[in-house]
């Protein structure tokens, strides 16, 4: 047997994250009958509770699955076998979503680019400006690439469809940005936003979103792909009274309904704003550790996590595994083409400027340990981050 680890595990992956006791506490109220009087108003609750979070006015619509599920759903519900999506590598869950829409039987077209960077509007107006028979039927971006810690402007995006008046659906991933990163379904124009528990709504993995616009309505009436289970139809209908056509994952919903009202209670705008201040302060450690952040492009800066390179001949998964043993603290990993390149902070969720410190002392530290060459001053730089207000 292991000796006890003193002390709460630091979990500062981007994602699932660290799950308010307040979230814990509803989880393990006891299961209800999800067909019982009672529980239509949880439904309805969290059903318009999610509209302010995703800022539509619209239907959202919740799968007891994880964020996979619901790029599925997005798919599946609004397109038809062999239909040309525009899709752009912005990282590895890019690259994933691309592979899924590969084997449903669509023929993506995937704009690369150097995974240090978010989605270029002018690259997808080319794209779109050359498909004059207007074959694209949708654009998928992912608006936190988690793998990379880079933002992609969605409004940009829609910006660039409108000014070539091409009618492909804008199908945006913000799985890890959404209660975390400024994000406006409606406003922006996005026809399916994709969404999941456990990153910035402080939930465990177990439930995702689709927030469904008016014109991707329209489309789930004609769209061919097989779809049973991912059904929105069946869905929608059950949702209009708060119930849900299966058993839902009614205790993962008692703790979506304590997390939106502990998002409403700090106000969205506040959670945003200690987002961007958490990650300013991430890079301002990084800056002085004399390593390089991933993004490239300060415009692409992502709140929720901080990809982080590592000097040529240095082992990212040797100093994450280090870190894990020595301070139980977990961080993420590089994937795809940045596997041991790069380790990744998460400072999402439920955090605040004390678990920020014991996060980067605990980087620091093992920096050292590992025979990492850095700059000693990164805990003071972000300290004065943190300390200007
Ligand atoms: C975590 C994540 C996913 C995958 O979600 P799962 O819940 O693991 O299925 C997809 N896209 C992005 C941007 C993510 O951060």
């Not at 910035?200 to 097989?226: K, Y």
């Not at 993962?252 to 309904?257: K, N, S, Y």
């Amino acid at each position: 047997m292991n000796a006890r680890v003193a002390g709460r595990h630091f979990l500062q992956i981007p994602g699932p994250t660290n799950v308010p006791e307040r979230v814990l506490h509803a989880i393990a109220e006891p299961t209800i009958d999800h067909r019982g009087p009672g529980f239509g108003e949880l439904g309805r609750a969290v059903l318009s509770g999610l509209g302010r979070v995703f800022r539509t006015s619209g239907p959202v619509v919740i799968y007891p699955a994880s964020g996979t599920g619901a790029w599925e759903a997005a798919l599946v519900n609004t397109l038809s076998p062999g239909d040309a999506v525009l899709m752009v590598r912005t990282g590895w869950f890019a690259t994933l979503w691309h592979e899924m829409a590969t084997r449903l039987g669509l023929a993506p077209m995937l704009l690369e680019t150097d995974w240090r960077r978010g989605a270029d509007p002018a690259a997808i107006a080319d794209a779109l400006r050359q498909d004059r028979a207007h074959r694209i039927r949708a654009v998928c971006v992912v608006h936190n690439e988690t793998s990379t810690g880079c933002v992609s402007p969605i409004a940009a995006v829609r910006a660039a469809l409108d000014a070539e008046q091409h009618p492909a659906l804008l199908l945006v991933d913000t799985i890890s940005s959404l209660g975390s990163i400024d994000y406006q379904h409606e406003a922006w124009g996005v026809d399916v936003t994709i969404a999941g528990s456990q990153k910035g709504l402080m939930l465990p993995p177990g439930l995702s979103f689709n927030a469904i616009s008016p014109r991707a309505l329209a489309a789930a009436q004609t769209a061919r792909l097989p779809r049973s289970y991912w059904d929105w139809r069946p869905m929608l209908e059950s949702n209009a009274t708060g119930y849900f056509p299966f058993t839902p994952a009614i205790n993962l919903l008692r703790g979506l309904q304590e997390a939106l009202a502990m998002l409403a209670e700090e106000g969205l705008d506040n959670v945003f704003d200690r987002h961007t201040r958490h990650a300013t302060a991430t890079r301002a450690a990084v800056r002085a550790w004399g390593l390089e952040i991933q993004c490239l492009e300060p415009r692409d800066y992502s709140g929720s996590l901080t990809a982080v390179r590592l000097p040529e001949g240095h082992s990212a998964d040797a100093l994450r595994a280090l870190i894990l043993r020595r301070f139980d603290m977990s961080l993420g990993g590089g994937l795809g083409m940045l596997k041991d390149r790069v380790f990744r902070i998460g400072h999402l969720g439920d955090f605040n400027d004390l678990s920020l410190i014991g996060a980067l002392g605990g980087v620091a530290m093992g920096l050292r340990l590992a025979g990492v060459p850095h700059g000693e001053d990164g805990m003071a730089a972000a300290l004065a981050v943190l300390a200007e207000g």
